[in-house]
T-cell receptor, first 113, second 115 residues
Framework: NAGVTQTPKFRVLKTGQSMTLLCAQDMNHEYMYWYRQDPGMGLRLIHYSVGEGTTAKGEVPDGYNVSRLKKQNFLLGLESAAPSQTSVYFC????????????FGNGTRLTVT | AQSVTQLDSHVSVSEGTPVLLRCNYSSSYSPSLFWYVQHPNKGLQLLLKYTSAATLVKGINGFEAEFKKSETSFHLTKPSAHMSDAAEYFCVVSVMNTGFQKLVFGTGTRLLVSP
């Protein structure tokens, strides 16, 4: 049982380049999330989805887009990368909205030069 | 607004001694609270959660936390530290926002365990 899988694990981009981070979960969870983790700041929610075909903004959505075309996949896109987007990105999923625990992937370390 | 404050950025203990990681929260409502652990180069894993049942919550790996409303605290404890407990720990408060559970993360406490 793989749980939540993120690809790639590492990536280096130049300013202005684009990329897509892929998240896949095999637990049939309705809810999926993208977070970024920066030193001394905890985790901050970028975007989330409450079901297939839905997306919503979190607390730091600027510069990112997401799509949830299939229930098991949640994609995070950077259209024009900036050095401020250097971070570790985590995908998570949960069964429902009422205090069910989040299951996290192992993260993607992104560096934008 | 709901928030959570982890009072120590780093805690160092010796193997076999007790662990105390401190967390204070601010919430307008009766909160749900969580502790997550993150080992190096891994995602976060749920240790335990409080959802208005018993105030003393037991989690995995011998950890427990006590919800104290009068002190607005949710400190994490373990009687005896193991080397494998070295990790970063996050206190989290749950906020219901337009019908959606939003989690507010603390900034984390790094636990160092020495032999």
């Amino acid at each position: 049982n793989a749980g939540v899988t993120q690809t790639p694990k590492f990536r280096v981009l130049k300013t202005g380049q684009s990329m897509t981070l892929l998240c896949a979960q095999d637990m049939n969870h309705e809810y999926m999330y993208w977070y970024r983790q920066d030193p001394g700041m905890g985790l901050r929610l970028i975007h989330y989805s409450v079901g297939e075909g839905t997306t919503a903004k979190g607390e730091v959505p600027d510069g990112y887009n997401v799509s949830r075309l299939k229930k098991q996949n949640f994609l995070l896109g950077l259209e024009s990368a900036a050095p401020s987007q250097t971070s570790v990105y985590f995908c998570a999923s949960s069964r429902d909205r009422e205090n069910s625990p989040l299951h996290f992937g192992n993260g993607t370390r992104l560096t934008v030069t | 607004a709901q928030s959570v404050t982890q009072l120590d950025s780093h805690v160092s203990v010796s193997e076999g001694t007790p662990v105390l990681l401190r967390c204070n929260y601010s919430s307008s409502y009766s909160p749900s609270l969580f502790w997550y652990v993150q080992h190096p180069n891994k995602g976060l894993q749920l240790l335990l959660k409080y959802t208005s049942a018993a105030t003393l919550v037991k989690g995995i790996n011998g950890f427990e936390a006590e919800f104290k409303k009068s002190e607005t605290s949710f400190h994490l404890t373990k009687p005896s530290a193991h080397m494998s407990d070295a990790a970063e720990y996050f206190c989290v408060v749950s906020v219901m926002n337009t019908g959606f559970q939003k989690l507010v993360f603390g900034t984390g406490t790094r636990l160092l365990v020495s032999p």
